[in-house]
């Protein structure tokens, strides 16, 4: 059985509800200084103005856009870390710029129209959450024409991955024999439909370990995406492998870049690559059913879809449908596992 | 609500059913050598007779049964890891010796009584996920008198802790104005809220963090136990400072022993204490709600008392009254969060 929205939501909104996920948010410099850098950076466009921050947690966006001259910031939290928000305003003196005001976005009513959006909305691979949906709701019913979203832009990629965890957790079942005198190594079999199943595992992947150059598969211009188009993201790839290895993974990343009206060639780009500094969202590592061996230059190309899950709306699903080298196809959806709803 | 006892067991075998918590518990080199060479040392005992593996998971403890010379093993798995275990008995062809036997002890026939019965049953703080009940049923319903069990005595100790990581954790919000602008010092409360919770924490305590000499807290004679008694397992512990700290938690932890026919005074000891090399089951650390600077020779005394929840009867709480030093008094309850009934 699926569960009600409001259930959803409530289970949702609770999990920001705890120090730690602040915690490990604000302690990821990479995103934290990327909004940072990029709040200060459109203050022309800030200075004086209004400003929506959507899921604004412990209100430091809100407060990085009083940094930049806001007249006046509404920093909406559905969630109860709202009132250390609310403290944190005061705190810093920003009572007469800064409005907490708890509630949904979809549910709460603002004095005027905005002149700049801003929030940090993007969970596991991008869409996990699905709190984008309530960005662009936020969008269309609050920002005035013209107004200024950041980020602006999303883009999704991916690349084929040799994870050596995996071989060497198969391993192991050959070596119960030689330490213990029992042979477990039929327990190979089982263990690899445990571990290569069809959950999205996030986790940092060891930039040796992917196999090719990223491949862009889909880019989303906040500006004009609509909540339909939303649905379904979809796109095409195409990458070339480096040398020889066991493809037994594909690796999917984002990043999302805000407009910089001073330098409009040199946007402030938040990147999740694998080639770049550990984020707290990591990469989301999709395990194939059977590792395929690629060699220099061998094509791995095919189709990525993400949609929501039938489960939940707010819980991504990730469908892979791809070919490595000449004729091996691979078609595998994958989830995010229960344990979490969190960014 | 308290979910019914048959969807309690349902999530708690269900939790036994991948790969990953069996390869943790096998790779555990302190627990599976322990067993193993208590198993071996025992062969006396075992050598042509009856044993009753309750919890067996993939078997292994079977099979070191049989390696001790078990006439007939009877290896009783509720969970699906039962078929893996089927395959490990045939590929170590010691199916004349090794019956699987998949249901829960309480439900499954034997064709006999047993001369001995093995089992590892022990979770987080001993007795999370309450398996030793189980245990205790097995060896009134199907242990001959004056039979063997392995492990037969399980003690409880706790100490004072001071946790540098709580403290750092805390620090935190002290540093987010240096790097942001932004005075998120009144975080300090919140986060020591959520941190310092009623949680028992599951996590390896770092041997110079451990204030005292270890004060054992309570003894179970597995022999002698009755269902009864098990129910709450509580006892007086004193110890004493090793020096200047602040005291901000208590650590739980046990050892089990296992009899040794040719070396009475010599049992098989298996460990976790943090003075000890780390397990799968690392310590139960118990934050208090205030630290409390203690010096040399500060008396840190009090009560234990371990119960089940009333969320779940597989589900442990501890409740600690103690002083510390002459005034200190502190009294809180602590379980085991939902996140998991894994040993």
Redesign the interface.
């Known amino acids: 059985t699926r569960p009600d929205r409001v259930y959803q939501d409530r289970v949702y909104f609770d999990s920001y509800s705890?120090?730690?996920i602040?915690?490990e948010m604000?302690?990821d410099?990479v995103r934290?200084g990327a909004y940072?850098s990029a709040i200060l950076r459109n203050s022309a466009s800030i200075r004086g103005r209004t400003v929506l921050d959507v899921g604004a947690g412990?209100g430091?966006l809100s407060?990085?856009c009083v940094?930049a001259g806001a007249r006046r910031v509404y920093a909406v939290e559905a969630s109860s870390i709202a009132e250390?928000a609310l403290?944190?305003v005061?705190?810093?003196n920003m009572e007469t710029q800064i409005q907490v005001i708890r509630g949904a976005v979809e549910a709460v009513e603002l004095p005027e129209r905005v002149d700049v959006i801003v929030s940090e909305w993007m969970g596991y691979a991008l869409l996990h959450e699905s709190m984008l949906q309530s960005v662009l709701y936020a969008r269309d019913k609050w920002l005035r024409p013209g107004g200024l979203l950041l980020p602006s832009r999303a883009e999704l990629f991916i690349a084929p991955v040799s994870d050596p965890v995996v071989e060497e957790?198969l391993r192991?079942?050959f070596t119960?024999k030689e330490?213990?005198?029992?042979?477990?190594?039929?327990?190979r079999d089982?263990?690899k439909s445990?571990?290569m199943n069809s959950d999205i595992s996030v986790s940092p992947v060891t930039v040796e370990d992917v196999l090719s150059h990223p491949a862009r598969f889909a880019e989303l211009d906040l500006d004009t995406l609509t909540p339909e188009e939303l649905r379904e993201v979809k796109g095409h790839f195409k990458c070339s492998s480096f040398g020889c290895a066991s493809v037994n993974a594909l690796c999917v990343w984002f990043s999302v870049s805000f407009p910089c009206p001073d330098e409009p060639q040199l946007p402030v780009v938040l990147s999740t690559s694998p080639f770049h500094p550990e984020t707290h969202w990591k990469q989301a590592v999709l395990y194939l059913d059977c590792p395929v061996d690629v060699e220099q230059d061998t094509v791995i190309s095919g189709e990525v879809q993400m949609f929501a899950s039938e489960r939940s709306d707010r819980h991504i699903c990730i469908r892979v449908n791809c070919a490595i080298g000449d004729e091996n196809r691979q078609n595998k959806t994958f989830s995010i596992p229960d344990?979490s709803a969190q960014s």
Chains 1, 2 share one sequence.
């Open positions: 705890d120090v730690s602040h915690e604000l302690a410099r934290t940072r412990t430091v407060a990085f940094q250390q403290k944190i005061k705190q810093n957790r192991f079942w119960v330490q213990y005198g029992v042979d477990m190594s039929c327990m089982f263990a445990c571990i344990w």
